[in-house]
């Protein structure tokens, strides 16, 4: 049931929610981390506060995710966990997977409400002053819904973009968060002044497919790219992940004499054979990306290059897998990001004959990243002994600090005070875990 409400009842129902207290749960991307924070910021701005750890909660929003089965099942596993520990809080469900499938998870113990973002709030505040559940609503046309919120550390994220147009064979993300949209550059930039002002120094900037930023507003990415980097307070900007053939010479030669934009890019390939990228309906073939990649290290030769890679895609055969890894290894990146595919209700793929079966898909998957180690290794060892800016930010361990250089080396450095302030730092050896190289502060050296 749908309510409408005049001012004095709409104050009524914000004071329904004085003093209750919510606990926050997000599965997936980093695009759902911002965004369950500024749902956060908009419940504590209607007086409900967050509940501390071992508190009882009143409201529990979750922000779910379904890009692949497991992320389905943690979901739910999510769900009922919270139902065990806050039986008489109301369950707010919101997210991919409530987009896609929003009977079942209204089915579930628990919930009482499955809902797109954007009405989220309303929903609760009606809930509690009417104890009326407003009509489980997950909109297909969705608006684009701003979010930029600190991470876990120091680093904000600023979602500049949501949804997609693409729709690969294997993917839900454009069923599920609906078709390419974005903010306009004016507000962007108002963002993240603001960020700035909160004494923000790094901002990540999200979305589903980034570089295809401008659907609503008409503008170029390489526009707000310029704008942002003229934000001041702001020092550095990193791109989540752009499609390579999105990722334009003019961006990258941007990238590369810009005043805050790092040397660091995150480039999606998915699969190294041709076949399957044709199979996958991907947008490029290995030659381009190859192109792509030499493009990016012309003008950046230093930059640190990420790239996401599914393997056990329908069709890839063992031949096909070969070729894949093959030209993964020849390509002079800095790591890869190994995804299993993931059968989805409703996708193009599950008509692709040849299944690949689960243990292949491990032992793939386990080869990409032994491949993925020995690259990683490679490009850290160059940059021992170089001095490099570094963001600090807070670590569990007292003393040590940890951070990433412009080009995204993760850092350990022994340091107190220093945490949210970019330093240079003199690269050393590998820590002992063997997932940073140890670094020296050198306060005096002029980067
Ligand atoms: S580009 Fe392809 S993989 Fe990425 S969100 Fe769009 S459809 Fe999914």
């Not at 609503?216 to 790219?225: A, H, N, S």
């Not at 990016?296 to 890679?309: E, S, T, W």
Request: glycine fraction near 8%.
């Amino acid at each position: 049931m749908r309510q409408t409400m005049n001012y004095f009842s709409y104050l009524c129902s914000v004071n329904a929610l004085k003093g209750k207290k919510a606990v926050y749960l997000t599965l997936g991307c980093k695009l759902n981390f911002a965004e369950t924070s500024t749902i956060q910021q908009q419940m504590e701005a209607a007086g409900v506060e967050t509940a501390r750890n071992g508190e009882v909660a009143d409201i529990c929003i979750v922000n779910t995710c379904s890009v692949t089965e497991v992320a389905d099942s943690k979901s739910r596993q999510a769900i009922s966990k919270l139902h065990r520990k806050h039986p008489e809080a109301h369950i707010v469900v919101t997210g991919c997977y409530a987009q896609l499938h929003p009977e079942k998870l209204a089915a579930l113990e628990g919930v009482d409400i499955v809902v797109g973002k954007e009405g989220l709030l309303n929903n609760v505040i009606s809930l509690f002053h009417n104890n009326v559940i407003t009509e489980t609503e997950t909109p297909k046309a969705q608006p684009f819904v701003p979010a930029c919120a600190r991470g876990e550390r120091t680093r904000f994220f600023l979602k500049v973009q949501d949804g997609c147009d693409y729709f690969c064979t294997y993917c839900t993300i454009p069923f599920a968060r609906g078709r390419s949209r974005n903010g306009s550059i004016a507000s962007l930039v108002e963002q993240a002044e603001g960020a700035a002002r909160q004494g923000g120094k790094e901002i990540v900037l999200t979305g589903v497919n980034t570089g295809d930023f401008g659907k609503t507003t008409g503008e170029r990415f390489i526009d707000l790219l310029q704008a942002l980097d003229r934000v001041e307070g702001i020092q550095r900007y990193r791109i989540s992940s752009i499609e390579p053939n999105l990722l334009t010479e003019d961006i990258i030669r941007f990238c590369s004499q810009s005043r805050a934009f790092m040397p660091h890019f995150h480039i999606p390939l998915q699969s190294g054979s041709d076949e399957v990228l044709r199979l996958m309906h991907r947008r490029y073939d290995t030659k381009f990306f190859a192109q792509k990649i030499d493009e990016v290290r012309k003008y950046i030769p230093d930059a640190f290059i990420g790239v996401d890679v599914i393997v056990g895609m329908r069709g890839e055969t063992d031949e096909l897998f070969a070729q894949a890894y093959d030209f993964m290894q020849a390509l002079p990146v800095s790591q890869y990001h190994v995804f299993s595919y993931s059968e989805r209700p409703g996708t193009k793929a599950l008509q692709i004959p040849g299944k690949v079966s689960p243990k292949q898909k491990h032992e793939r998957s386990q080869q990409i990243l032994s491949l993925s180690e020995e690259k990683l290794h490679t490009y850290y060892n160059i940059y021992k002994g170089q001095t490099r800016p570094v963001l600090l930010e807070h670590s569990k361990s007292t003393g040590i600090l940890h951070g990433f250089t412009d080009n995204y080396i993760r850092v350990e450095v022994q340091a107190k005070g220093l945490d949210n302030t970019i330093v240079p730092v003199a690269l050393g050896e590998w820590n002992e875990k063997g997932d940073a190289l140890t670094g020296t502060v050198s306060l005096n050296y002029e980067l």
